[in-house]
């Protein structure tokens, strides 16, 4: 009578285990790249945007037609917050994260152009 070290039925369910582990490891890999690469598009954004010397009175035209919803004509608030002071409590780096992610719901993220968020984060910063 021979005996086998390891039986068929032993050797499926380990092969099961490795086939999941492969897929566990490349998806997260493919995560890791894309938060990677992301990253780094961002930071050149952030850069490029910091790089500016934005228009305060572009910035108020661009809050009059994007922000004054939800923080209010004068920016003092009604669903969104009081930006009275913000770049006290928050950098330019920060602002910019929150503006471009909308990364406090309900605020939605905003597509806006380097020229464009350099002319709000002038306007954010006369406010008093």
């Known amino acids: 009578m021979s005996t086998s070290s390891s039986s068929a039925a032993e050797r499926e369910p380990k092969r099961e285990f490795l086939v999941k582990f492969f897929i ?3 998806v997260s ?3 890791f790249l894309i938060f990677f690469f992301n990253q ?3 930071n050149k954004y952030i850069i490029e945007t910091l790089e500016l010397n934005g228009s305060a009175k572009a910035g108020d035209a661009l809050f009059k037609m994007n922000c004054v919803g939800c923080h209010g004509i004068t920016a003092r ?3 969104g917050p009081d930006l009275h002071s913000i ?3 928050l950098n330019d780096k920060e602002i910019i994260k929150q503006v471009t992610g ?3 719901p309900p605020m939605p993220s905003f597509e806006i152009d380097p020229v464009n968020m350099s002319n709000l ?3 954010l910063h006369n406010l008093e």
């Open 77 to 79: 608030g009604l669903v």
């Open 121 to 123: 984060l002038k306007y």
């Open 29 to 31: 890999l493919i995560c």
């Open 24 to 26: 566990v490891v490349v």
């Open 102 to 104: 909308g990364l406090t």
């Open 40 to 42: 780094d598009e961002n």
């Open 87 to 89: 770049t006290q409590r």
